[in-house]
């Protein structure tokens, strides 16, 4: 992992305690990139063991946590021509639940690579390849088996919140675990798809190789 400034990660909870800013200026480090995802998987690594993320409602820390985590785990995918023919055509960020709430509206319209990321949300089983990145929360991931099998083997990155989701098949997982987010990337599952996640990515994350 990138080394990480403390006093800055200092400063961070200060103002996430506050509620006094959204995700995307939580731990915004100047160097950028991996620095900035390392910073936030530190950041929610401590989050104060008296304040339980569950309890807050959709759109407040937990999820606005989780869509900075999506946005910058995004920078470090790479996707083929073929899935975005037109180079000025956004990035998509399909949800499937309501766990985000107005959360993942802080990044629409940031940037990738260059282009803008436009939300869809519950994308129908016929329109999911024309995702880039598909999130599939924890109380839709078990009716999910038709979403994901349409998507298997296009490139499109899948994400989840569920319980060893990333073991059943799904590339990444962004794991609630005692009020720590911790990022699980399916090996497996990555080396299927025709998109590549930088070996930076992998090293901050717990990998695993299960495939359903």
Request: hydrophobic residues 45%; contains cysteine; proline residues 5%.
């Amino acid at each position: 992992m990138a080394r990480v400034n403390h006093h800055t990660l200092a400063r961070c909870r200060v103002r996430l305690a506050r509620r006094q800013t959204t995700a995307l200026e939580l731990c915004r480090s100047p160097s950028g990139g991996l620095r900035w995802l390392a910073l936030i998987v530190a950041f929610a690594m401590l989050w104060p063991a008296g304040g339980s993320l569950h309890a807050q409602p959709a759109g407040s820390a937990e999820y606005l946590l989780k869509a900075a985590f999506l946005y910058n785990i995004a920078k470090f995918v790479e996707w083929p021509a073929s899935a975005t023919p037109d180079s000025s055509a956004p990035v998509t960020f399909c949800m499937v639940g309501e766990a985000f709430g107005a959360a993942i509206d802080s990044v629409d319209g940031k940037q990738i690579h260059g282009r803008p990321i436009a939300i869809k949300r519950d994308p129908s089983v016929q329109s999911v390849k024309d995702c880039h990145l598909l999130f599939i929360s924890e109380t839709e991931f078990g009716k999910s088996a038709a979403t994901l099998a349409a998507v298997k083997g296009s490139p499109v990155l899948t994400v989840c919140d569920a319980a060893r989701c990333a073991e059943q098949g799904v590339m990444v997982n962004l794991q609630l675990t005692d009020n720590k987010v911790k990022l699980e990337i399916n090996v497996d599952a990555v080396q299927l798809a025709p998109i590549k996640i930088s070996s930076q990515l992998m090293k901050l994350a717990r990998l695993v190789t299960h495939n359903r």
